[in-house]
């Protein structure tokens, strides 16, 4: 089964909706004494990563694909300001890992646009880009855990309850380290991370499905 093959996401049924809260509460009080308030919910990650530009480049013209290396250049540097500059203007219609990789530099440097914008440029059911499997964000004012749809069994193509745990897990250590955008997944983290039940099992999973894991961040 290949996850981002599903041309449609379905309405996920309030039962699985109970499902998913109860997990969380099972995730939440087994190792951060309830300490996490946010809720659970099916979403759709609005961020959607890659690391660089790799494929339809041959219609740029000189100065663009000048920028475009600069830009990745500038991004593996840390030159986040620069990066933003140089690869903001392949969005929508450049090269589409130059834009996902400008998303990226827009969630590195906080930028308020970013979840807009990642919007415009994912694609959930692309066979060629990697997926957020969880995130957490602010919507209408309401922060939020977000699982993505196409994992539940109603609404996508289902993954198995270690797998929705472990992602539900892996937000959740995300909020008790108040962790950055700068620095998502420092040792602690991944100390912690790697507690959750069936981890090895899940990533596997998750990276076999062609969604993004804490591996593929190192």
Not at 11 to 29: F, G, H, K, M, Y
Not at 30 to 40: A, C, K, W
Not at 152 to 181: C, D, Q, W
Request: hydrophobic share 40%.
């Amino acid at each position: 089964m290949d996850v981002l093959r599903s041309n449609v996401i379905r309405q996920v049924s309030p039962d699985e909706q109970i499902s998913l809260e109860l997990l969380a509460d099972e995730v939440n009080r087994s190792y951060f004494g309830n300490s996490i308030s946010i809720r659970p919910r099916w979403g759709i990650p609005s961020a959607c990563e890659s690391p660089e530009p790799k494929t339809c480049i041959e219609h740029l013209s000189p100065t663009e694909m000048r920028d475009l290396k600069a830009g990745v250049e500038a991004f593996h540097k840390k030159n986040l300001q620069d990066a933003k500059r140089l690869l903001e203007q392949f969005v929508p219609n450049g090269p589409r890992d130059a834009a996902l990789l400008y998303v990226r530099v827009l969630t590195l440097l906080k930028d308020p646009t970013w979840p807009d914008v990642a919007k415009s440029v994912n694609k959930v059911c692309n066979d060629t880009i990697y997926v957020a499997p969880g995130s957490i964000e602010v919507i209408e004012g309401e922060e939020a855990l977000l699982v993505h749809p196409i994992l539940s069994k109603t609404g996508g193509n289902g993954a198995p309850v270690f797998v929705v745990r472990y992602i539900v897990h892996h937000e959740m250590v995300h909020k008790f380290l108040g962790t950055s955008a700068n620095d998502p997944h420092p040792e602690i983290f991944r100390r912690l991370d790697s507690c959750a039940r069936d981890r090895v099992r899940a990533l596997e999973w998750l990276r076999k499905h062609r969604f993004t894991t804490i591996e593929d961040q190192v």
